[in-house]
């Protein structure tokens, strides 16, 4: 069995519980966030690393930016490269994985947004992929990750949930493992007589961990934030942003 991070299925399947109306609704105005997080103008050349199905991609091409757009699932790239030539948008579709995608001394800032981090079971993978995004930055370009911090989670934990939504039922389980290094989640879909289940193990990273993994990949001048409004990355925080420069 394709571990999930690897399997289209998982990805197609649960595409409209992971994009819904209200995230593509949301991405606009995260967009101009991580705009103003990072201070870059539309001269800068952009990565969106992960980009899924290009809700962030999109709009940074619609705001002049040079974008280039990378995912492993090409279901999502066709769906963003559609999107593109309908709005007659320039942005470079790439289909590959993070652990291997490098374009030395390229990019303005990369951005990686959505929990698109700490997927894999092994933290050398992390890693590697840190040594990715610094060698494809440019000097004194920036990184912008975004993900749900170790120190969130227990704030806002709940052990099950499930919603209906045009007659079809998503199901969610979560069970923190090794003593919260990784959350591991139950995702099961039901639509009248189909039904579909995938398992899901997520590496979580606290603030200060994040902070010393981005200092061991050369990174410096990190800061976190709590929010895209720029916020103190504290007990108040809804997400964990971390910006930092090579």
Known sequence: MKIWHENDDFWEIMAPKLFTEEHWKRAPEEVEKVIALLEIEPAAHVLDLCCGPGRHSLELARRGFTVTAVDRTLTYLHEAQNQAKLDKLAIEFIQDDMRSFIKSDTFDAII??????????????????????????????????????????PRIYHERDWYEKEGTFYLEERQPIDGWERIKN???????????????????????????????????????FGSFEGTPYDHTAQRLIAIAIK
């Open 186 to 224: 139950r995702w099961i879909m039901i639509r009248g007589d189909e039904k579909h289940e995938f398992e899901i193990i997520h590496r979580l990273y606290s603030g200060t961990e994040l902070s010393w993994l981005l200092s061991e990949a050369a990174f410096h001048s990190i800061q976190l």
């Open 112 to 153: 990686n947004l959505y929990t698109s981090f700490g997927y894999f079971e092994n933290l050398e993978d992390d890693k590697k992929v840190l040594g990715n995004i610094y060698s494809s930055l440019k000097s004194g370009g920036k990184l912008l990750i975004d993900i749900i911090g170790k120190e969130i989670l």
